[in-house]
């Protein structure tokens, strides 16, 4: 596994999951810490209770096939910055998912297999949160809860979590938490100072220049 192979001589770790990937991120993380190593989990939106919450709430009085026309025609605007209403009538013609990836597809100048691909991760990604049993890994490393603000605040999700969590609200709503300032600033607070010293000592452009040759040495590590 790369993240081990370029983790094992530090020990430790700094994970980010942001919405559906905060559950990847813990997953990571008791992988990990299987491994003997322990770092700092940070969990950008809410827990993964709070993600499953939100998604069944936003879902719940709408249909499968519903879900699947509304996905189909955002993709569409999201891609071609074009009003939906040119597939609209050709989706209730499509019955099954597989048809109306098809459907929005063909509309498409290029980029098809990545589309399909993109399309099918999305919905199946939503199936998995509606369906999702949260089973909380018992952790050693730190976790930081960036909690945006959510449709259902009163429920609490934080019961199965350790007391020494620490907990930061922000106001964001939880599909644009990302984009909220206060972010970096609570990130920041549990970086260890290497690391924001040779942040701020870094020269930015060089790492552009560089990406290319990390992506090419990751590739080559991992066959």
Known sequence: MIIIQKLTPKRSFYLLGYEFGVLVALEIASILENKGLTGTVFMLGGTPLDICNSFNHRFKNISAEDQQNALIKHMYTLITSKNYTEIENELGANKSWNDKVECLVRKLPSNIQYTQILLQGVYAKIKMLQKYDFKQHKLHSQ??????????????????????????????????????????????????????????????????LKSD???????????
């Open 213 to 223: 040759e990390f992506v090419k040495n990751m590739v080559s590590e991992s066959e």
């Open 143 to 208: 976790l930081v809860l960036i909690r945006a603000k959510l449709p259902i605040p009163d429920v609490d999700t934080l019961e199965s979590f350790p007391k020494e969590m620490k907990v930061h609200n922000i106001r964001a709503v939880l599909a644009h938490a990302d984009k909220d300032l206060a972010c970096s600033n609570i990130v920041n607070k549990y970086l260890d100072k290497n690391i924001i010293e040779a942040y701020e000592n870094s020269n930015q452009c060089d790492t552009v």
